[in-house]
């Protein structure tokens, strides 16, 4: 349904949420044409701006216009192309995006940059997996389907990110030997459309595994050849640095780690699910990550386990499925999942041998 707007910049966000809005309305039945101000009273929006809505879709070829039988001065405006329901008012994550459109609210007080940052948030929750994971679309591509400005989209995404609703974003670009014409990739918080967050604050990677990640993978791209004493992987080093691509780097590390995990044996015959989206189309750079930061990864991967263990232990986890992906942002570490139950505390130290997970009425020992 977004691609229905795509390449229309005249048709604005807030006029998207409600082109939505309406047709919702349409499939609880209620096919009647509507003027402007019985259209402003249904859906519970200003008239002024469902007004200027009505003129840009009428413009734009989505509207029939027809006059009042018993006040001809008054236009009755219909959708058309009503035939087909969108797919994502439906399922696991379909009261949450009703919600952000309004659907039952009261958005009479809302403005139009409002209206449209919640057409924003909604957009991100339609175009994501299940556990919040938003890969396949390019900030210019976001920007056509939403109808906002590519700095608006921008902007928008720094406040997501302030507010939590976006864990982590890395940024896309064009390395040809790398990353050509990659995506970004944004991280949702899916504990608001019916997935799990574990978030572990303030985590103590360096304490816990004795090396920091970021510093790792950069000796892994910077690793010399004990012959010629250059470095192996320069222009790839180079090129990364160039187009700003490194973070997408550091975080494969993490992806690597997950893979690990899912390739052990299932836990009570439940099937580990992972998605590797930040490595590189360069198979050098990704085998010789792999091939330096094989003990890191091993030692991630083991605290993981026991991490997704406890997880699973602690929730009903009817699906035989278990999608999760973890990675670390700002400090903090996490964990999305298709669980039932999201977690959020800090790693203790009781004994010299011993590591617990202390949340908010949980304890979960997690190595000895």
């Not at 449209?116 to 556990?131: E, P, Q």
């Not at 990364?240 to 893979?259: D, G, I, P, T, V």
């Amino acid at each position: 349904m977004l691609d229905a707007f795509e390449g229309r910049k005249e048709i604005k966000a807030q006029d998207r949420l409600i082109y939505l809005r309406w047709l919702w309305l349409v499939h609880k039945g209620k096919k009647k044409g509507m003027s402007i101000a019985k259209l402003a009273s249904t859906l519970l929006l200003s008239e002024s701006t469902v007004r200027n809505a009505i003129a840009r879709l009428n413009t734009n070829d989505y509207l029939e216009v027809t006059r009042n039988e018993e006040k001809t001065s008054e236009k009755i405006y219909k959708l058309k192309n009503t035939h087909s329901i969108p797919v994502f008012f439906y399922g696991k994550k379909a009261n949450y995006i009703q919600a952000l459109l309004g659907v039952n609210g009261d958005f009479t007080k809302l403005t139009a940059e409002s209206l449209a940052r919640k057409f924003m948030k909604a957009g991100l929750v339609m175009l994501s997996n299940d556990i919040g994971l938003v890969s396949n679309i390019g900030l210019n591509k976001l920007a056509s389907f939403t109808g906002l400005s590519l700095s608006r989209v921008r902007k928008f995404i720094d406040e997501l990110l302030h507010e939590g609703f976006i864990l982590k974003f890395i940024a896309g670009g064009n390395a040809p030997n790398l990353y050509p014409k990659c995506k970004s990739i944004l991280i949702l918080n899916p504990r608001y459309f019916g997935g799990a967050l574990l978030k572990i604050n303030n985590f103590p990677e360096e304490r816990l595994f004795g090396l920091k990640i970021n510093e790792e993978v950069s000796k892994a791209l910077n690793k010399r050849n004990r012959k010629t004493g250059k470095t192996t992987l320069e222009a790839e080093v180079l090129a990364l640095n160039k187009h700003n691509l490194a973070q997408r780097m550091y975080h494969y590390f993490y992806e690597l780690a997950s893979e690990c995990v899912a390739e052990r044996a299932p836990l009570k015959n439940k099937k580990l699910i992972t998605y590797m989206l930040a490595q590189s189309t360069n198979p050098e750079v990704n085998a010789a990550i792999k091939s330096y930061c094989s003990e890191a990864v091993t030692q991630y991967a083991d605290f993981l386990l026991a991490l997704i263990t406890q997880l699973e232990k602690n929730m009903h986890l009817i699906n035989k499925k278990i999608q999760f992906y973890c990675f670390k942002s700002n400090g903090d570490f996490f964990v999305v999942s298709n669980a039932n139950k999201s977690f959020e505390g800090e790693l203790e130290w009781p004994a010299k041998t011993t590591i617990n997970f202390q949340g908010t009425g949980v304890s979960w020992e997690l190595h000895k």
